[in-house]
């Protein structure tokens, strides 16, 4: 007669979330949400588990578009005469026809009245000059407008870009550092992230009243964002989560400045 067999129970493997918020921190220390460390006096997150991702990240972005008093330089020649008009722009979130309706009206006022205006030809919207010739487009914000000269007073702008950045790198080496598979990017600073948060939206993209898409970043947002599966991070079982600290990186390689904004992120901790 055979003994009876015995059932194994088995156990599913565990999963626990580890909370992060950037408002946390402390303040009078890390002022920036952008780049700060948290410290509490016990170890964030205890236990046998063998993997970090982050699962979702909100991100409350406040930061106007167009800062640091823009500019717009529109070199005229009249008969030969070259004139440079200025349209300055203060710290504001601007979409483009904002910015070109804000140039006419400051161009406006240092000419003619009426002589500049922002008119469609040939399904281009741009800036007209009625009594001269747009030469040339300098100041801080050209690049961003990209402007294209006809060459007969009108200038409009080709694929303009007034977003912030174009994505931000959510960073901290004290979750990443153990894992054996690294991190690679097109741009000469590699680093390895946690996530990246691309300044694209998931649905169709607005337009403005010229046509122009309103991109991420060209008005204040707070928006979630899911990743699944997230990014799987290799964790030695027997370490705790210390002390971390948090470091949001622009697509230029630099953290990002100042202490406007917030973000939150939850990580999801697992046995295998």
């Not at 705790?240 to 992120?265: A, K």
Request: net charge negative; no cysteine.
């Amino acid at each position: 007669m055979n003994a009876p067999q015995t059932a194994t129970t088995i156990r599913q493997p565990s999963t626990a979330n580890l909370m992060i918020d950037a408002d946390d921190r402390d303040f009078a220390a890390y002022p920036s949400p952008w780049d700060f460390q948290i410290y509490k006096k016990q170890s964030l997150f205890n236990g046998f588990f063998t993997r970090i991702g982050a699962t979702e990240v909100v991100l409350e972005w406040n930061k106007p578009n167009v800062v640091d008093n823009s500019t717009l330089e529109f070199t005229l020649s009249v008969g030969g005469v070259e004139t440079v008009l200025l349209a300055s722009f203060g710290d504001a979130f601007y979409t483009v026809a904002e910015v070109l309706n804000a140039a006419v009206k400051s161009l406006n006022t240092q000419t003619t009245a009426g002589r500049f205006t922002v008119e469609t030809l040939d399904g281009l919207s741009g800036i007209n000059d009625a009594s001269g010739n747009i030469t040339a487009v300098g100041g801080t914000l050209a690049d961003k407008m990209n402007f294209v000269i006809t060459g007969s007073g009108f200038t409009f702008p080709d694929s303009p870009d007034l977003r912030p950045y174009r994505y931000l790198d959510f960073v901290s080496n004290q979750l990443t550092y153990n894992q054996s598979v690294k991190d690679a990017t097109s741009n000469l600073r590699d680093q390895s992230v946690l996530v990246r948060w691309y300044f694209s939206f998931d649905n169709p993209t607005p337009s403005d009243e010229y046509g122009f898409p309103i991109l991420m970043g060209y008005q204040p947002f707070y928006l979630r964002r899911i990743f699944s599966p997230p990014k799987q991070i290799a964790w030695e079982s027997n370490m705790p989560v210390g002390q971390v600290g948090f470091q949001v990186y622009g697509n230029d390689g630099l953290i990002v400045p100042g202490t406007f904004g917030s973000w939150l992120m939850t990580l999801q901790i697992s046995e295998n």
